[in-house]
DNA sequence: AATCTATTTGGCTATATTGCCAAGTACTGA
DNA sequence: TCAGTACTTGGCAATATAGCCAAATAGATT
C-alpha cells in the first residue's frame, strides 16, 4: 500500500520540499509575474546574494524554475504555469486554522 | 517586497512543509478516502507506531488534519476536502521532469 | 485492581537544512 | 590584461528533522 508508492511518493515530498520556504515562494510568486535574475530577487529579499543562489538552486533541482544565463546575468523562470493556483488549497488550511483560532479566543473571553 | 508578506509566506510555507514527506502524504492520500486510526495507518506504513504518530502531530500542527478519540484508538481525518486536488501542479512539475529526463536520454543515444 | 491495547511523549543519534562569509568562476568593459 | 559585476560553490555553525526504542498515558476488559 505504501511500499508500492514510495517512489512517487518521494518525488512528489521532493517538490513540496523546494517549495516550503519563505523565500522560495516569494521566488515562486515573483517569477510567476515576470522572470528574474538573482540580482533582482536578492534585492527584494534582503539576503545574501549566495542565500538567494541557493533557494533557487533548490528550486532547479526539483524541477520548478529553470535558468538562463543572459551576459553578466542569469534569469530564472517558472518550469511550469500551474504553480500558483496551486496555492488554493494552502489558502483554505490557513483559512481554517484562522477560523478555529478566532473560536478559541471567544470560548477564552467567554471563559473568563 | 518581501518583508511584508513575511508572515504570510511563512503560514504558507509550514503547510508545505507539513506536506513535504513521503509518509505524510501518504497519509493524506489515505485520508482522502476515509477516517483513519493510527494503528491503520501505521500498518499500511510499515513503521514503528511512535513514528506514525509523529507524522501526525505534524499535520495536526499544521491545520491539515483532525484527531477524533474514540474509545482506545484515535482517528485521524483532513481537515479541508482540497488537499488531493492540489497535486495536479505537483504531478505537472514530474512530467515536466521525466520529459526532459528523456530527451536526456535520447541526446545521450545519438551522440554515441 | 491488573492487564491489555492504542497512542503519545521523551530521549537519543544520524542526517539535512539554513544562512552567512570567503573564495572561485564567468562575463563585461576599459 | 585588469578590474568590476553577477553568480555559484565550499565551508562552517546553528538549528531542525526523522525514526527508533523505552517509558508514560488513557481507555477497555477481566
Redesign the pocket.
Known sequence: MYQENKKHLEARAKVL?AM??P?RLFIIEELEREER???DL?ELIG?????V??????LKQAGIVI?D?R????FYQLRVPCILNFFGCVESVLEAQAQDHTAFMKIGTVSN
Not at 53 to 58: G, Q
Request: net charge positive; glycine share 4%.
Open positions: 520540499k516550503a520556504h523565500s535574475c538573482v540580482c536578492t539576503a545574501d546574494i549566495s542565500t543562489s541557493k533557494h533557487l538552486s533548490v535558468d544565463k551576459g553578466n546575468q542569469v
